[in-house]
């Protein structure tokens, strides 16, 4: 499994998982597991969305798919986060390739929710992921989501 890399209390961001790390998150102690990878972005080693969610409401956890390419993240993506973390008490882990898209979404999210953009750089970047070059884009986001 690679590793969960916290950005808050609530949220972790990983790279590619796969069904057979539901089971240890679970085991961790997280509650939902959030896909930021679109279904055959990889020709290998990436499973498909249905076999992750399969997997992950077997171990137990909230699953929600949403999947999108580079920094192109929707407003109601945004939305859908910040309902996921108002509806589900615990940890949430989110994942894509790297880890990037799903820092951004939650970095969004983040603001939308009342976060500083400073606080959510300084966050992200603690957690190993550089989201200045996105900055500007997830306070777009997170202004289209509110309205």
Known sequence: MPPLLPLDGRVAVAGQLQPGDMAEIAAAGYVAVVNNRPDREAMFGQPRTAELQKAAE????????????????????????????????GQIVAFCKSGMRSALLWGAASIASGRSLDEVLTAAMQAGQNLDSVGETMVALAQSART
């Open 58 to 89: 077997a171990a137990g956890l909230v699953f929600l798919d949403l999947p999108f390419s580079g920094p192109r993240a929707a407003p109601d993506q945004v939305r859908a986060f910040v309902d996921l973390l108002a509806s589900q008490p």
